[in-house]
């Protein structure tokens, strides 16, 4: 029993910690989930800032509030931790040129000098190609993080098998020692059914259960023990009974001879008489005591057919 309590135990502490796994797994997801949707949305905003200085750069004094919009969304969204990794490292450096040369361009755009235009012309030029480096090393780091995120879901299933496993196992254990209780349950009911229904105990036997748990084991010894004194105190009540009977049977034969011989010399002794009542009266006790040890032999043995 102290085992099936240390098993049921250990079940229920894998369970919660099996439980918990699944919860941080939810929220692993979810972060993650959310992370990469804000670099592919910050990807995103870098090219329509490139397409924003690319338009402004053709069609000059029109409105820049688009190219301000982007900026501001990508600045917006740069509040999340920083992530010790190369690629993000490239990815920030690239970021900070690229966001250097849009600031030049704005302030180049106001200008209406030849020069100005040649300036345009290149920061145009930079600002393209920058735009493509950043979009190779935002793809880049988002493959570098779903691979971090792939070997820590690996990992997290992997322990998840793990305690799973465990759990299964433990509770196949538990069920091999809760059927031995049952069994013994199952057997101590039946047989308690079966004496009580028919009033009997004849076919009353030991138990016969393999028990591996010292409380069962006892249970069963104990409960075989008393079977088996039961039955030596109905066989010695039997003979006991059989043996009372034949000496009150003999007895019972012997005072009749006795009355007989009594009534022979009765007319030879008056005296006689008085002793012939008491023994006639001793004969009629030892005859219901023959009829109620009889009686109670039949009932002993309809409780043991």
Do not use: C
């Not at 009997?200 to 004194?229: C, H, M, R, W, Y």
């Not at 009355?259 to 006790?285: A, C, G, H, R, Y």
Request: aromatic share 12%.
């Amino acid at each position: 029993m102290h085992r099936i309590k240390i098993v049921g135990a250990f079940i229920f502490v894998l369970s919660f910690i099996l439980a918990f796994l699944f919860y941080y797994i939810s929220q692993y997801n979810s972060i993650n989930r959310e992370y990469l949707d804000l670099i592919h949305k910050q990807k995103s905003y870098t090219q329509e800032i490139s397409k924003s200085v690319l338009y402004l750069s053709k069609n000059r004094g029109s409105s820049s509030e688009n190219l301000e919009e982007n900026i501001e969304k990508f600045l917006a969204n740069m509040t999340h931790k920083k992530v010790n990794m190369v690629e993000h490292n490239t990815l920030v450096r690239l970021w900070k040129s690229f966001y250097e040369d849009v600031e030049r361009f704005k302030e180049n755009q106001i200008l209406t000098t030849g020069y100005s235009k040649i300036i345009i012309d290149k920061l145009v030029n930079n600002i393209y190609m920058k735009n493509q480096q950043l979009i190779v090393a935002f793809n880049a780091f988002i493959h570098k993080k779903q691979m971090q995120y792939n070997a820590k879901m690996q990992g997290y299933k992997n322990l998840g098998y793990l305690l799973f496993s465990i759990i299964v196992l433990l509770l196949i254990y538990l069920f091999t020692q809760v059927y031995g209780i049952m069994a013994f349950i199952q057997k101590f009911s039946s047989t308690s059914k079966s004496i009580i229904q028919k009033a009997s105990i004849k076919g009353l036997k030991p138990f016969k259960l393999e028990q591996k748990d010292e409380a069962l084991k006892e249970a069963t010894q104990n409960f075989n023990t008393l079977v088996k004194k039961i039955d030596d105190t109905i066989v010695y009540s039997e003979k006991s009974i059989e043996h009372t009977t034949l000496a009150l049977e003999d007895v019972e034969v012997n005072i009749e001879d006795f009355l007989i011989f009594v009534s022979d010399m009765q007319e030879e002794n008056k005296k006689l008489s008085q002793k012939e009542d008491v023994v006639i009266d001793s004969l009629e006790t030892l005859m219901r005591l023959t009829n109620e040890l009889k009686k109670l032999k039949i009932e002993l043995g309809k409780l043991t057919s």
